[in-house]
């Protein structure tokens, strides 16, 4: 049974930064494509980063720069570190092991609960 349970969101101000974990438990963050998306009130789930084992983070052209996507294969965690942040990037902020490496959400076979991540002006 796979499990994805994910932490650290919080509220902050613009600017500020937050980092989120994702603890995995029946998939293997090493040879899983593992990724972070998000879903803001009214709009569609967007893919924010995901993880090549290769080439390492692969990120939406939004947080480009801003954030960054890691993994712990030891611990089997993902993280995502948010810095820059910005009011545009307030959403639940969801961990998703990936049927095929990609930003769009139909790529995801398995999804977490989500975390919310509010930012204030």
């Known amino acids: 049974q796979v499990q994805l349970v994910e932490s650290g969101g919080g509220s902050v101000q613009a600017g500020g930064s937050l980092r989120l974990s994702c603890a995995a438990s029946?998939?293997?963050?090493?040879?899983?494509?593992m990724a972070w998306f998000r879903q803001a009130p009214g709009k569609e789930r967007e893919g924010v980063a995901y993880?090549?084992?290769?080439?390492?983070?692969v990120y939406a052209d939004s947080v480009k720069g801003r954030f960054t996507i890691s993994r712990d294969t030891a611990q089997n965690m993902v993280y995502l570190q948010m810095n820059s942040l910005k009011p545009e990037d307030t959403a639940m902020y969801y961990c998703?092991?990936?049927?095929?490496?990609?930003?769009?959400?139909?790529?995801?076979?398995?999804w977490g609960q989500g975390t919310q991540v509010t930012v204030s002006s």
């Open positions: 029946g998939v293997a963050v090493s040879s899983t494509c």
């Open positions: 993880y090549l084992t290769m080439l390492g983070g």
């Open positions: 998703a092991a990936l049927s095929v490496c990609g930003l769009k959400s139909y790529s995801a076979r398995y």
